[in-house]
């Protein structure tokens, strides 16, 4: 089946980098890409939905400034957590889809990052 | 209000028990529900899609009542391999975002 990758699975970063995550879609041209973050203990809660070739549209509360997604093709896109703090420490996952998987919706393995 | 919400749990259960999960919605305009299946520090992955007629499949039954806005997961005959949290999925027709529940855990015990 379709296939979902993200890079780096885990990731440690002083205060005040960025650090980049990616986001692959390995078999299949994902039109769509969804950013969650996860906090530990609580649910999936949805940071940006992002459209190849355009403006990611970013949830409510979520500073797009400091979390900036890009979707420059039809299999990456990327998260970068400008300005990192320790309250940003958290599991970042990405999901992808498009048409050509009937909307099937599918996870990247997900990405720890610490602020430290 | 969360859109979607759940029990947190735990619950802890004894292996072969039966157990569900209830879990509601807010948004009247949810058109598509799912179970997920998270265990710890991974990826959520696909249990099962949640059709209005009620489905099934092995153990695992998943019922939508509209209603009432709730979806329900069943396990039957629980095993040590079940123990995880279950995320509930509800998504608008039209668009493929996936607003999730806060995620119920579950312990199978031996």
């Known amino acids: 089946g379709a296939v979902v990758s993200q890079h780096p699975s885990r990731v440690i970063c002083k205060s005040g980098t960025s650090v980049k995550i990616e986001c692959r879609s390995l078999d299949f041209q994902a039109t769509t890409m969804f950013w969650y973050r996860q906090f530990p203990k609580q649910s999936l809660m949805l940071m940006a939905t992002s459209n190849e070739g355009s403006k990611a549209t970013y949830e409510q509360g979520v500073e797009k400034d400091k979390f900036l997604i890009n979707h420059a093709s039809l299999t990456l896109s990327t998260l970068t957590v400008t300005s990192a703090h320790p309250e940003d420490s958290s599991f970042y996952i990405c999901?992808?889809?498009?048409?050509?998987?009937?909307?099937?919706?599918?996870f990247g393995e997900g990405s720890w990052l610490t602020v430290v | 209000r969360k859109e979607v919400e759940q029990d947190p749990g735990p619950f802890n259960v004894p292996e072969g028990a039966t157990v569900a999960f209830n879990c509601t919605y807010s948004?009247?305009?949810?058109?598509?529900f799912f179970w997920y299946r998270q265990d710890c520090r991974k990826e959520p992955k696909l249990l099962m899609s949640v059709y209005s007629s009620g489905n099934e499949d092995g153990r695992f039954t998943a019922q939508l009542n509209r209603a009432s806005q709730y979806i329900s997961l069943l396990i039957r005959d629980s095993k040590l391999s079940d123990s995880a949290t279950y995320l509930c999925?509800?998504?608008?027709?039209?668009?493929?975002?996936?607003?999730f529940g806060t995620g119920t855990r579950l312990k199978v015990l031996a």
């Open positions: 948004n009247s305009a949810s058109q598509s």
């Open positions: 999925v509800a998504t608008t027709s039209g668009t493929y975002k996936y607003i």
């Open positions: 999901s992808a889809t498009s048409p050509a998987v009937k909307g099937t919706i599918y």
